[in-house]
């Protein structure tokens, strides 16, 4: 069984900073991308930014400038330090892995909330 789990969510003001934690466990071998996405009250869940394996990144729009997404393979875990964050920000973030664990799946946490004040 593989979990992910998110941390490092929380209240904040305008401009200011968290770091989100994604810890992969369990029976996983091998990870290729990690993402993170949001989902905010009434709207979509959106690709907030991704990492390959190797280190190659992107990013929406916008959060370009402002979050920076990186991950520790040794510990099957990812990271998004969001600076310069605003109430349109806030959402919940989930984090996502494509992985094998005897085939090749995705899978998701259960998400962390961030809440932007102004």
């Known amino acids: 069984q593989v979990q992910l789990v998110e941390s490092g969510g929380g209240l904040v003001q305008a401009g200011g900073s968290l770091n989100l934690s994604c810890a992969a466990s369990?029976?996983?071998?091998?990870?290729?991308?990690m993402k993170w996405y949001r989902q905010a009250p009434g709207k979509e869940r959106e690709l907030v930014a991704a990492?390959?394996?190797?280190?190659?990144?992107n990013y929406a729009d916008s959060v370009k400038g402002r979050f920076t997404i990186s991950r520790d393979n040794a510990k099957n875990t990812m990271y998004l330090q969001m600076n310069s964050l605003k109430p349109e920000d806030t959402a919940l973030y989930y984090c996502n892995a494509y992985g094998y664990s005897g085939t090749w799946n995705d899978y998701w946490g259960r998400g962390t909330q961030v809440t932007v004040s102004s």
């Open positions: 990492i390959t394996r190797g280190g190659s990144t």
């Open positions: 369990g029976s996983i071998l091998s990870i290729r991308a």
